[in-house]
């Protein structure tokens, strides 16, 4: 290698970390460029419910391929769409294929802005840490699944932002991709169930709101699912007191 090759060789390896940054905000300039954030929205799915369930009821396959890769896209480029998503999921395809469906696409483009964050800036900021993420970064990587399915069960933190934290904490690609899967799969089927009856408040006229849709019961059921994945850190952290 020249000495010439050898100079430009870490601006091309910046180039190339930086590519997926570049990728994303030419998407979500995109996505609000042509408007397409107007069709994510309730009055939206209110306004063009009828030729949105004959489409869907003509055309199944391609209407749920769509779907799975409309949401996919949404959740990369434009991260707060995917409650009205997954609501508009359970409404289109009702409470169960709903929940299957939003799932999928959801894990698929979490899985991606996770890639995307990991391979641009993941090295970067990990190098740069302070003794304390380093901490951190090390009990995430001990109990990882167990921490992963923490931060998706319980509705703490925006889904955006644990899709793009692991990245920065050494997580790997298999328990990021198992435990978001797992993870989403109760809060999914919540709001997939309410807009599988969105049908009838259309009807009524009445004004619609997300405020009772995540109840106390509901928050309470999903804290214990989330404490029950940090039995494992639990177990560990006694057994290894005791050692």
Do not use: C
Not at 45 to 71: G, K, N, P, Q, S
Not at 177 to 204: E, K, R
Not at 206 to 215: A, D, I, K, N, P
Request: no cysteine.
């Amino acid at each position: 290698m020249t000495e010439t090759e050898a100079q430009s060789a870490p601006r091309r390896n910046l180039a190339l970390r930086l590519l997926p940054l570049a990728v994303l905000v030419a998407g979500a300039a995109a996505f609000f460029g042509f408007g397409l954030h107007d069709y994510l929205s309730f009055d939206a799915l209110r306004d063009h419910r009828v030729e949105l369930t004959a489409w869907v009821r003509d055309r199944m396959v391609l209407a749920v391929l769509a779907f799975i890769v409309m949401y996919a896209a949404a959740t990369v480029f434009i991260p707060p769409s995917g409650t009205v998503m997954t609501v508009a999921g359970g409404f289109v395809f009702g409470a169960i294929t709903g929940t299957v469906y939003v799932v999928i696409g959801a894990t698929v483009g979490a899985t991606a802005l996770f890639l995307a964050a990991k391979f641009a800036l993941g090295d970067v900021l990990r190098a740069r840490a302070g003794n304390g993420i380093r901490k951190m970064e090390a009990g995430f990587r001990e109990n990882a699944m167990s921490y992963m399915l923490i931060l998706r069960l319980v509705p703490l933190f925006p889904f955006w932002l644990v899709n793009l934290a692991p990245a920065f904490l050494g997580v790997g690609l298999r328990t990021y991709v198992i435990g978001t899967f797992i993870g989403i799969i109760p809060g999914t089927a919540v709001y997939a169930t309410f807009g599988a009856g969105l049908g009838s408040i259309f009807d009524s006229n009445r004004e619609l709101t997300l405020s009772g849709v995540l109840t106390p019961e509901i928050i309470a059921g999903l804290v214990g699912l989330a404490l029950l994945a940090f039995v494992p850190v639990v177990y560990k952290r006694i057994k290894g007191g005791r050692a």
